[in-house]
């Protein structure tokens, strides 16, 4: 083997980043330290501070990565572009699903992740929200998507085994009537996905903002 193809990749922070958001997709961030990013890079922990500070500065850059990934709207209709932006959150963030407890938590954020929202309150103020608005319907649609996320990222069934499961419960509905009725008339009456419950309250909450659009 030649000394060309043993030569390991030259270690740069677009790679130590890029290794890092591979590890916490697969193991999640409680188990992605320096050491074990160090051993994963075949290098010394210490390598890793000449290009990062410490460990919060890697989960900066991270989150960047993952701004990067989100699409900012573009749509005429600021609902149309609400909408592509919250799509394109929640794909990311099925993707990097750590990302989800850190993404709003940084308090030196990364260029990537101060662009997107700066964008994203252009958006809003160029579709006739004032100032404050604009920061009101910015917090209400992520927090309507991150609340989804976590119901949804943590369903004991999918749209596939949802009948079984349901049906497995009507058993046990004889005192709650409601419970199922819904299990009935909604899960076990046709196809039924959860996912589909994320376009029906993002138009709710939708609603909701155009109330605050002046």
């Given amino acids: 083997m030649s000394s060309l193809s043993r030569a390991k990749p030259v270690l740069s922070l677009e790679l130590i980043v890029t290794t890092a958001i591979r590890m916490a997709d697969a193991d999640g961030l409680d188990r992605l330290g320096m050491r074990r990013l160090g051993q994963e890079l075949s290098v010394e922990a210490m390598s890793l501070y000449h290009h990062l500070r410490d460990k919060d500065a890697l989960l900066d850059a991270m989150i960047d990565v993952v701004f990067i990934e989100i699409e900012t709207p573009t749509a005429p209709s600021w609902r149309d572009g609400l909408r592509q932006r919250a799509d394109s959150q929640r794909a990311a963030l099925h993707r990097h699903r750590w990302a989800l407890q850190v993404l709003e938590s940084r308090s030196h954020p990364g260029l990537a992740t ?101």
């Fill in 114 to 214: 101060l662009q997107h929202h700066d964008q994203v309150l252009g958006y809003l103020r160029a579709a006739g929200f004032g100032v404050r608005a604009c920061g009101s319907v910015f917090s209400l649609v992520d927090a309507y998507v991150f609340g989804f996320l976590l119901t949804e990222l943590q369903l004991p069934f999918d749209a596939e085994s949802a009948p079984a499961i349901a049906s497995e419960l009507l058993g046990l509905t004889a005192q709650f009537p409601h419970f199922g009725e819904y299990l009935k008339e909604v899960i076990l009456s046709g196809p039924y996905d959860y996912a589909d419950e994320f376009h029906i309250g993002l138009e709710v909450v939708l609603d909701a903002a155009e109330r605050l659009r002046s």
